[in-house]
């Protein structure tokens, strides 16, 4: 592999000094990019796009020749977990995931076993290294998973919901049965960042999607300490380098301070918190991901630069700041907008990395 001719992402996630604040998006390989909709269109179907390591790479790439983006993220979805384990995953016309044999019995949440990533999920592996291959040293490539707790709400669910009743009447009328699935797929979600980092992800990140919506005495059984085991169990170095981890709970700004302790060196953030605010209240212990609302980039373009300049300032000079949305780019997104968005990070970050 090429030695990485911008890194500039990578020492952002550890706090180390750069030329400008990094930049990439959630999403940023999807659907508002008319390349990506005919990718998938030659693919038929989203999982056959997944499932492809050469179609996977084509839609990774698609935004890094568009834009001066600092980084790509792995083209896949959080949900090939729980599909390993045998639950069917399946996405209907014009709908979300849903799963064929969601977990309902006891009995199927006794049997449930983390899969081995090097079998099941060989097809992502191999998009990694044939990104990396593909990316040539231009920029790190971002491996990632949804978190223990948001694939359980998936894998009790059988689909997306707005309140997640299954889940919540499970968490408190049985949590012995939910801590068993967290422990499962803490196990797999360690094991398949860890195969990631291997087969050549230079940075992870654990979406906490489904976090957000519980109590806090919830989040901090059901949901941290989970992420915070998967932090220690994965492999520090790589290739000769630190591999950075990040952690976004959408919906966790009221819990920041244990987010920053839980063992990630960068925390994301959504568009519900003030980044200054953030930064002073983690101080130098972790990076800061993030936060402008996906919606802006609906607005005229000044607009889009107003709020990113605002940004920048709300965080203030000095290191530890990647540039991102609060949550993944909408489908609809004018891809114009988001040139305007890289454009201005890219140029008025500047001054506040002068040393």
Known sequence: MRPLRNDTLLRALLRQPTEYTPIWLMRQAGRYLPEYCATRERAQDFLTLCKSPNLATEV????????????????????????AMGLGLYFAPGEGPKFERPLREEWEIRDLTAPDPYDHLRYVLDAVAEIRRALDG????IGFSGSPFTLACYMVEGEGSDQYLKLKTLLYSRPDLLHHILEVNTRAVTDYLNAQIESGAQAVMVFDSWGGMLTQAAYLEFSLPYIARIMAGLKRENEGRVVPRIVFTKGGGLWLEHIAGCGCDAVGLDWAIDIGEARRRVGDRVALQGNM???????PPERVAAEARAILASFGPGPGHVFNLGHGISQFTPPQNVRVLVDTVKSESRAYHKA
Not at 60 to 83: H, K, M, N
Not at 293 to 299: K, N, R
């Open 138 to 141: 231009s920029v790190p490539l």
């Open 60 to 83: 990774t790439l698609q935004p890094l020749a568009r834009y001066d983006l600092d980084a790509a993220i792995l083209f896949s979805d959080i949900l090939t977990i729980p599909d």
């Open 293 to 299: 609302d996906p919606a802006v980039l609906f607005g």
